[in-house]
């Protein structure tokens, strides 16, 4: 999560860090080829919101955010994530930068380590996820990485964690279950049938015929 010289809100549960942002000059991730508003035409569910996936993650896990984005990106499906440092408005607020890309995503994924439970701009990422859909049948999905289940945030005890101790460090548990969480939404609208296709095969199912 960012970092800024720029006052955070006067609200308590918001947080106060003072330091700088990351360098632009860090990022390692290219944009998706196709952007969000050109991807499709499609009235589908999946086009209603910009990002598939927000990643949230300290600063100093910036090179693991970056090695799941690329993972999900380059998946069957082409998930499209909101990577802060990458997709972030130049210029923009953080506070306000933050909360568009939670609403502006289907799924947000929780990349929890010691860096996480250390930033307060994180904490504030995870709250304000948990207020705007607190029963959020399965959008949040949390990534435990470096730390034991005794350090699992207790805001998220309701709800199970990816462990980040295997060998592809969870990456494959969170696309399964970013393709869970958007086969739930789809009640909600139309998924073209490639993208169904999609999700079926992902999660070993036969695909639409």
């Given at each position: 999560m960012p970092d800024s010289s720029e006052s955070?809100?006067?609200?308590?549960?918001?947080?106060?860090?003072?330091?700088?942002?990351?360098?632009?000059?860090?990022?390692?991730?290219?944009s998706p080829s196709l952007p969000p508003s050109q991807a499709s035409d499609s009235g589908s569910i999946r086009w209603s919101k910009d990002y598939d996936v927000c990643v949230c993650h300290s600063e100093e896990d910036?090179?693991?955010?970056?090695?799941?984005?690329?993972?999900?990106?380059?998946?069957?499906a082409r998930l499209r994530c909101f990577l802060q440092l990458r997709d972030a408005t130049p210029g923009g607020a953080i506070v306000s930068e933050l909360c568009q890309a939670l609403?502006?995503?289907?799924c947000r994924v929780l990349l929890i380590t010691p860096?996480?439970?250390?930033?307060?701009?994180?904490?504030?990422?995870?709250?304000?996820?948990?207020t705007d859909a607190p029963g959020a049948e399965g959008r949040t999905i949390p990534l435990l990485s470096g730390l034991s289940r005794a350090a699992y945030p207790p805001e998220l005890r309701f709800m199970y964690y990816v462990d980040g101790r295997g060998p592809d460090g969870g990456f494959h548990q969170v696309k399964e279950a970013v393709m869970r969480c958007k086969l739930l939404q789809?009640?909600?609208?139309?998924?073209?049938?490639?993208?169904?296709?999609?999700?079926?095969?992902?999660l070993g199912d036969s695909p639409v015929a």
């Amino acid at each position: 999560m960012p970092d800024s010289s720029e006052s955070a809100p006067s609200d308590a549960s918001q947080p106060t860090s003072q330091d700088s942002p990351i360098p632009p000059s860090h990022s390692s991730v290219t944009s998706p080829s196709l952007p969000p508003s050109q991807a499709s035409d499609s009235g589908s569910i999946r086009w209603s919101k910009d990002y598939d996936v927000c990643v949230c993650h300290s600063e100093e896990d910036l090179v693991a955010a970056q090695d799941l984005v690329s993972y999900l990106e380059g998946s069957t499906a082409r998930l499209r994530c909101f990577l802060q440092l990458r997709d972030a408005t130049p210029g923009g607020a953080i506070v306000s930068e933050l909360c568009q890309a939670l609403s502006s995503s289907h799924c947000r994924v929780l990349l929890i380590t010691p860096g996480f439970l250390q930033d307060p701009w994180c904490k504030y990422q995870m709250l304000q996820a948990l207020t705007d859909a607190p029963g959020a049948e399965g959008r949040t999905i949390p990534l435990l990485s470096g730390l034991s289940r005794a350090a699992y945030p207790p805001e998220l005890r309701f709800m199970y964690y990816v462990d980040g101790r295997g060998p592809d460090g969870g990456f494959h548990q969170v696309k399964e279950a970013v393709m869970r969480c958007k086969l739930l939404q789809e009640g909600e609208g139309e998924w073209d049938s490639a993208t169904v296709s999609d999700l079926l095969w992902l999660l070993g199912d036969s695909p639409v015929a």
